[in-house]
């Protein structure tokens, strides 16, 4: 996802009040998913469906000089019901999350989990480990604080009841993808990427106008920590990096201009600034943390002291002395929620962190717990080659999660993965963890009220000028249609754009 500030705003109110890790399956529970049965379309009742769709999108002012691409297909024998330059190469969005989730299926299979550990160096005297305890990532940056409560029980079962350095995270390296944009990196969907991560590698600060006009704003950081005022009191150990407040109350009913900076050459630092107006309701701001390993282990530095383990020595240290060096063992572990449930943690709330880590563990090759962006997206190429998709000029992978201004793709391929997925073995989990329109997940507020409510079961994708969605149908009478429905190039209201494919979505439900 990366949207302008404009939009940002409302997105990240919503999406910071419920953490992708919170996602509530029981949502849709209760909704029939597409099914196959149903009568057979017509050939009098496909050229009615596309004359229909066809006015649609011509009479749609905010699709006018847009790029607009559509393909649909019945599920049961993969006849064609409408396309529209189903060849074109689109900007995905995070409808691309549908290539890496269903890739992840089918190369890890849906009980993969992925593995963080904690190790011991130095030894263990007197109840002091002499050493750090150090924490290692394969991919989680769902860990939270209910795993990281149970390392003080793991410590003192290895007799552990004082640790004389530091906690600390493996050395892995921060990454950030081609196209990439430099205006997304303080924002909570654009987290560097790195093997070890906590809370989905983000922080939401409350921001409450004061009293009147002039006044600050107050700041409350959550999961924890403070901002402060003015640079020279942060204290980064505390967070693993600073948010610093500049911004002030505005005047009665004005506009707010809440934004967060991020300089290039203090990347430790995060700058509330602009105005809330006095009277305001509170604002969220979802922020990325800059440094995710550090952050898991000032999360597990938290958690240690909490349960009673006493660290005295907060410096961390360079080296393991050589008169105490052991091997690392391993005193604690966590797994984290199969698959099959982490596929709803990146589809119903669009989460970009974790799908660049589902990438990455697509591109791991045992022994290695995590691979590469590259690797993964030469796996993905592959497997896409063996469903019959042209991985040539009009597909690029960049990334994951299809944050990416890079990343492009078709409405014909989009509709080949989701055929696939219906296909095989893993139908169920697919339509378990997918957004439904006017239910749960990114479609939860879109499309109530129409047709569509609760007939789409489906993916969406924006981008800053390009807004896309892919999934399936539950029609009344034809069964399930897959379909894939691009708009790049695209500078119109969302809110017209968004009415004029619920129209769309319309026809097909309906016809």
């Known amino acids: 996802m990366r949207l302008g500030w404009a939009a940002l705003v409302a997105v990240v109110a919503i999406a910071a009040a419920s953490p992708a890790f919170a996602v509530d399956r029981s949502l849709g529970a209760g909704v029939p998913k597409p099914n196959a049965s149903g009568e057979p379309w017509t050939d009098a009742q496909i050229a009615a469906l596309d004359a229909n769709i066809d006015i649609a999108v011509a009479g749609s002012k905010t699709l006018a000089g847009a790029h607009v691409g559509a393909y649909a297909i019945d599920a049961r024998d993969g006849r064609v019901l409408y396309e529209r330059n189903q060849d074109d190469a689109f900007q995905p969005a995070s409808t691309l999350k549908l290539v890496v989730g269903s890739a992840a299926l089918d190369k890890l299979g849906p009980a993969f989990r992925f593995h963080t550990d904690a190790t011991l160096e130095n030894v263990v005297v007197n109840g002091t480990l002499r050493g750090r305890l150090t924490l290692h990532g394969t991919g989680d940056v769902l860990l939270d604080d209910a795993a990281l409560a149970t390392l003080p029980a793991a410590l003192r079962a290895a007799s552990i009841d004082e640790i004389a350095q530091d906690v600390v995270a493996a050395d892995d390296p921060l990454q950030y993808l081609p196209g990439w944009a430099l205006d997304d ?138 008169e105490d060096a052991t091997p690392p063992r391993v005193v604690w572990s966590h797994d984290s929620e199969p698959l099959s449930d982490l596929l709803a943690d990146v589809w119903l709330p669009s989460d970009n962190m974790l799908a660049e880590e589902l990438l990455h563990a697509v591109g791991a090759e045992p022994p290695a717990p995590r691979g590469t962006s590259e690797a993964g997206i030469a796996w993905e190429k592959a497997w896409l ?72 079961f489906a993916k969406t994708g924006t981008v800053s000028h390009a807004s896309t969605l892919a999934g399936y149908i539950a029609t009344t009478k034809h069964g399930a249609v897959i379909f894939a429905f691009q708009v790049d190039d695209w500078v119109g209201d969302a809110t017209d754009l968004r009415d004029a494919r619920g129209r769309v979505l319309a026809q097909f439900v309906e016809n």
Do not use: M
């Not at 080659?385 to 793709?409: E, H």
């Open 385 to 456: 080659g063996k469903l019959g998709i042209d991985t040539g000029s009009a597909l690029s992978l960049v990334d994951g999660s299809g944050l990416s201004a890079y990343d492009r793709i078709t409405p014909r391929d989009l509709v080949l993965v989701l055929r696939h997925d219906w296909d095989g073995p893993y139908h169920d989990v697919v339509l378990d963890a997918l957004p439904i329109a006017g239910v749960r997940g990114t479609l939860k507020s879109s499309y109530a009220g129409t047709p569509a409510e609760g007939h789409v």
């Open 185 to 322: 990196v303080p924002w909570y969907y654009a987290a560097p990427i790195t093997a070890l991560g906590y809370a989905d590698d983000r922080v939401t600060v409350t921001v409450t106008p004061g009293a009147k006009p002039g006044d600050p704003v107050s700041a409350l950081v959550e999961p924890w920590g403070r901002a402060v005022r003015d640079a020279s009191a942060c204290a980064p150990r505390e967070l693993s990096f600073c948010i610093i407040v500049s911004a002030t109350t505005g005047a009665a009913a004005s506009p707010s201009t809440l934004d967060a900076i991020r300089p290039l050459d203090r990347p430790g630092e995060v700058y509330l600034t602009g105005a809330l107006a006095a009277g305001a309701q509170p604002e969220k701001l979802s922020l990325a943390v800059p440094n995710p390993p550090r952050f898991a282990a000032a999360a597990a530095r938290r958690a240690i002291v909490a349960g009673g383990v006493r660290i005295s020595n907060r410096e961390p240290v360079a080296a393991r002395a050589t």
